[in-house]
């Protein structure tokens, strides 16, 4: 009777690190998910700031122009 106590509380803690340890690989592939969308959105909106800066300049060469 004493063994099947001590093996149900070994059981029950070993299940209880299991779940830990399953938490805390979520939470790093969760961080390394978030790390790409972002470094992928930062991507997207410097390639769009730097199409701003071209049309910009166009539009400032364009303007010259029309001023002489």
């Given at each position: 009777m004493t063994k099947t106590i001590a093996l149900s509380f070994v059981l029950a803690a070993s299940l209880g690190l299991a779940a830990c340890t399953g938490g805390a690989e979520n939470n790093t592939t969760n961080n390394a998910v978030n790390a790409v969308e972002n470094a992928a959105e930062n991507a997207m909106n410097a390639a769009e700031n730097a199409g701003n800066a071209?049309?910009?300049?166009?539009?400032?060469?364009?303007?010259?122009?029309?001023?002489?």
């Open positions: 071209a049309e910009n300049a166009a539009n400032v060469a364009n303007n010259a122009a029309n001023a002489m």
